[in-house]
């Protein structure tokens, strides 16, 4: 496999249920070291879908994901690569936990068994929070920050994690317009550090920053840059006119 080919897709289909509809049949796709991918498409087209096949917790009906040269689905450690923010938060955010020790889970697969933080561990953490802007919360509780704040928290954790590959499922979804610019320019820089960068949304209104869009409907309607994919062919096709 080329070195340059993070995410390797083959001829996917995907179900929940045995018998039931697959949420999309033969999807092949291939995704690359250095890309920021925008992953988008109307609500229920598949894109949690996709990205969890990616991730490794679902199991393909049919055909193989690739994810660094190893199936996810098998190869747990793998998992140590990918920093994946889910679109529901897998922290009970009631938790007496505060914004530092949230972002500071992204340093668990590094520590050793006696999970103890090293100076480098520490510097790591804060400057994940101080790149998405929150250093003036550290102390909070998770349970005290506004939602587009702890959606920032959630980023700064995969950000701690230093991983090889982002897969970011709608986490613009609480943000406001303001922080959502800070975390696109944070994720780009990412990208130019070589990282692949998946952003799964039904609809960005700022894709300056992107590389490739990748309008998504239970299958790949179209595939490219933003500037060739943004007309209104594609997203009837996409969306089936309904108005984004
Ligand atoms: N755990 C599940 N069990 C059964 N069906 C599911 C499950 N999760 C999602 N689906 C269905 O799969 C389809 C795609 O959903 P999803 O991947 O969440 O789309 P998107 O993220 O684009 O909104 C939807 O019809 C949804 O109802
Ligand atoms: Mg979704």
Same mark, same amino acid.
């Given at each position: 496999?080329?070195?340059?080919?993070?995410?390797?897709?083959?001829?996917?289909?995907?179900?929940?249920?045995?018998?039931?509809?697959?949420?999309?049949e033969g999807l092949s796709m291939e995704l690359y070291k250095g890309e920021l991918i925008l992953?988008?498409?109307?609500?229920?087209?598949?894109?949690?879908t996709l990205i969890k096949s990616i991730v490794g917790l679902l199991k393909p009906v049919k055909?193989?994901?690739?994810?660094?040269?190893?199936?996810?689905?098998?190869?747990?450690?793998?998992?140590?690569?990918?920093?994946?923010?889910?679109?529901?938060?897998?922290?009970?955010?009631?938790?007496?936990?505060?914004?530092?020790?949230?972002?500071?889970?992204?340093?668990?697969?590094?520590?050793?068994?006696?999970?103890?933080?090293?100076?480098?561990?520490?510097?790591?953490?804060?400057?994940?929070?101080? *790149? +998405?802007?929150? #250093?003036?919360?550290?102390?909070? =509780?998770?349970?005290? %920050?506004?939602?587009?704040? $702890? /959606?920032?928290?959630?980023?700064?954790?995969?950000?701690?994690?230093?991983?090889?590959?982002?897969?970011?499922?709608?986490?613009?979804?609480?943000?406001?317009?303001?922080?959502?610019?800070?975390?696109? *320019? +944070?994720?780009? #820089?990412?990208?130019?550090?070589? =990282?692949?960068?998946? %952003?799964?949304?039904?609809? $960005? /209104?700022?894709?300056?920053?992107?590389?490739?869009?990748?309008?998504?409907?239970?299958?790949?309607?179209?595939?490219?840059?933003?500037?060739?994919?943004?007309?209104?062919?594609?997203?009837?096709?996409?969306?089936?006119?309904?108005?984004?």
């Open positions: 496999m080329d070195m340059n080919t993070y995410v390797k897709v083959h001829d996917l289909t995907v179900t929940y249920n045995r018998d039931s509809q697959p949420i999309f992953l988008m498409g109307p609500n229920g087209g598949g894109k949690s055909g193989r994901i690739e994810v660094l040269g190893v199936d996810p689905y098998r190869d747990l450690d793998i998992r140590k690569a990918i920093g994946y923010v889910p679109q529901v938060m897998d922290v009970n955010i009631y938790a007496p936990i505060t914004l530092w020790d949230l972002v500071s889970f992204g340093r668990y697969p590094y520590l050793g068994i006696f999970k103890r933080f090293s100076k480098v561990d520490e510097e790591i953490v804060l400057d994940a929070i101080k *790149k +998405v802007g929150l #250093e003036d919360y550290i102390d909070y =509780k998770v349970s005290e %920050l506004s939602g587009g704040q $702890l /959606s920032r928290g959630f980023i700064a954790r995969a950000l701690a994690q230093d991983p090889m590959i982002y897969l970011l499922d709608e986490p613009f979804e609480s943000i406001d317009y303001i922080s959502e610019e800070v975390v696109l *320019k +944070v994720l780009r #820089e990412e990208a130019g550090r070589g =990282k692949l960068i998946v %952003l799964a949304e039904h609809h $960005l /209104s700022e894709t300056g920053y992107i590389d490739r869009l990748i309008l998504f409907n239970r299958g790949v309607i179209a595939d490219g840059k933003p500037e060739e994919i943004l007309n209104d062919k594609y997203l009837e096709k996409a969306y089936g006119g309904v108005k984004i």
